[in-house]
Structure formats: C-alpha cells, structure tokens
C-alpha cells in the first residue's frame, strides 16, 4: 500500500480514512485514479464528480463511483452479491470489517491489471462475494457458512470478521496465521485459475509446476485432513494446506504473491529497504513499482530481508514473526509461474481491466 496525503493540508491519511483527523476535510478515495479527493457533495448532486458508495454510511467504505455503475455502489462493493442482516448491528459490523479487506484485494486486483467487471455481472462463472452469517433455525440446528470458491463465487463466513473466532480457526487447523486478507487474496486465485488457466495453453505448465488438478479434490482434501501435509513440505510447499491439492497450491501460492507485492510497495512507501546480511552482497536499490517488475527475481531478492527485518522487529515486541514462512527455490519456481502469468495479462490489455466486459 502506498502512502497518501490529504488533498486538503497534506497531512498523511490512511487507505481506510473517510475524513482527515488534521483538517476535518471529508474525503473519498478513486480506485481507478488512486487517490483522494475532497468529498464536494455540491459537486456530486451537480454531476460533475462521482458519488459516495451507497454503503459510505452503513459501514463506512470510502470508495467513490467512477466507475459510472447505476447502482450506486463503488467498485468493490458492486461485487458483493449477498450480505448478512444488517438489523444485526453485530452481523453489520463483521461485514463492513470483511468489505474493508476487500477493497484491500480489489486495490490489487486494479494495479495488477487483472480482468474486472466495472457493473453488476450476473452471468454464470462472472466474480461475485457472498458474506454471510451462520443461520440458527427454530429446531435448534444451525446451517453453517463455508468459505470458498464455485464458479466465481466467493462466500466468506462473517464470523471470521470476530479477532476471537479467527484465532480458534487459525490454532484448530494449526495455521501460522489468519487474515480477512488473506481468505480473500485466497479464494480470489480460484476464480483467476478459471479465468486465467482453465482450458489455456498455459495449462500444461501450471500442471508441471504444482500437478495435476485432475485428481479427486474432495478425497485429496479428507486425506489431507486425516494425514496432515507429507515429510519435508516446507521444501515444495509455501503452506501445510498448500500441499492439500494442486488448486490449494497454486492459490495459496497466488496469495503470497500478493502478499509479497504489496508488502514491498508499503515498504517502499515509508523508506523501508533492507539489504541482505551476508558479505559480498550487493546493494539492492529500492524497488519503483512492485506491481509491474519483469523479473520475479526482484521481487524476492527484497522481501527476503525485508522480512528478516520485520520478524525481528516483532520478536522486539514479543509478538509473532511477520512472516513465518521459508521461500525455498521450489517455491520460488512456482512464485514465478504467479507472477508471469500476472505478467503476460498486463502486457495483453488494450483497454482498463475495469471495463464492462
């Protein structure tokens, strides 16, 4: 995430900012623009600037309508198709803290170049999100929200909105970590495998990279569950989970590598730049745009001590490491199939990924 600074008296506001705590000025972020404005509600009625989400009020999201969709959501809340009952102030609440991760990812998505819908697509395989909340029935039984991926579909269960019930989920499953973020940059890879790698010539190489996502998915997943990942993932694997089924791989893999990029576009953005520790190593120069760097190389030769730095900084604190994984060159390997094909999208379009499609 890059820095920003109010448009009004420059002091420095954040990604999620809705108003600057210096000035008081209102403001509204443009995704298509990346930036803020000032928020003229003159302007707006006049027709002569984009409009506040629809959603500004109920749960706070500061995004703005450029994009000309008559529904008067902005671009990442267009995409939502289900929410939870929002009479619920608790179930509101989980919302709107799963809706600010999201635009997190669709802020990604946007400078990554990659294929959206700027209105409400409802055709079949076309990227949706349903965040809803478990429902009690009068018998007492309880029909439960799965998280996950189908056909474009992407349901996240607001619960793990709740700090409490995500730290259960994260030890349940012995995960090193959890994040609303991180479920979405997650479940987003299924969708792009479809859009991306299904039926491509680039399938092939996505098969001898992370296997064959033929074989039976559901008793890869029980037998994963039952027997836990195999000896030695961590030289294959960026995750335990990621060993479960090529598809968990490659999204699990796809996560990371947007974890990576915008770590290091943050970093960049607050003068960050470690420098390996080892003799002999030369100096790396900051990195001018994480998002669009041809060699994934680069990439990783600035997040390696960028992360030795930050788990250590948190150790300083006595909290846990940043980053808790281990980047083998298998995983590097597989890192670079995610960022070429990010890569070849970029340099296909001819027109804004964010056009009506």
Not at 164 to 188: D, M, Q, S, W
Not at 334 to 357: G, N, R, T
Request: glycine share 6%; proline share 6%.
């Amino acid at each position: 995430m890059r820095r920003f600074l109010c448009p009004n008296c420059n002091n420095q506001i954040h990604f999620d900012n809705n108003q600057c705590v210096s000035c008081g000025s209102v403001l509204g972020y443009r995704p298509l623009q990346d930036q803020f404005v000032l928020l003229n509600v003159e302007s707006v009625e006049a027709g002569g600037a984009p409009g506040p989400c629809a959603n500004r009020d109920l749960i706070n999201c500061n995004w703005l309508c450029e994009h000309g969709a008559q529904s008067k959501l902005c671009l990442s809340c267009l995409h939502t198709r289900k929410i939870p009952d929002t009479s619920d102030d608790e179930k509101r609440r989980r919302w709107g803290r799963l809706e600010r991760a999201k635009r997190r990812l669709f802020y990604a998505l946007i400078k990554f170049d990659l294929p959206l819908a700027v209105e409400r697509d409802n055709s079949e395989g076309s990227l949706h999100f349903e965040l809803l909340g478990n429902e009690s029935h009068p018998n007492g039984n309880e029909k439960r929200v799965m998280t996950g991926h189908n056909n474009g579909r992407i349901t996240i269960n607001i619960d793990e909105a709740d700090d409490a019930i995500r730290e259960k989920n994260r030890t349940a499953l012995g995960e090193p970590y959890r994040t609303l973020v991180g479920h979405f940059r997650h479940e987003v890879a299924h969708y792009y495998w479809d859009r991306l790698i299904a039926g491509k010539d680039v399938i092939s190489a996505c098969r001898a990279c992370f296997g064959d996502e033929r074989q039976d998915y559901s008793e890869a997943l029980k037998a994963y569950y039952a027997n836990g990942p195999g000896p030695d993932w961590q030289q294959s694997y960026v995750s335990a989970y990621a060993s479960a089924h090529p598809w968990e791989d490659f999204a699990e893999t796809w996560a990371h590598y947007f974890h990576i990029v915008g770590g290091l576009e943050t970093a960049r953005a607050y003068g960050l730049n470690p420098q390996p520790l080892h003799p002999g190593a030369p100096v790396l120069a900051q990195l001018e745009d994480p998002y669009h760097v041809s060699d994934h190389l680069q990439l990783i030769q600035h997040w390696i001590p960028l992360t030795v730095a930050m788990n250590a900084m948190n150790r300083s604190m006595g909290i846990s490491d940043y980053y808790p994984f281990v980047l083998s060159p298998q995983i590097s390997e597989k890192l670079k199939f995610v960022h070429d094909l990010i890569v070849v999208q970029q340099q296909s379009v001819k027109v804004p990924p964010f056009s009506a499609q």
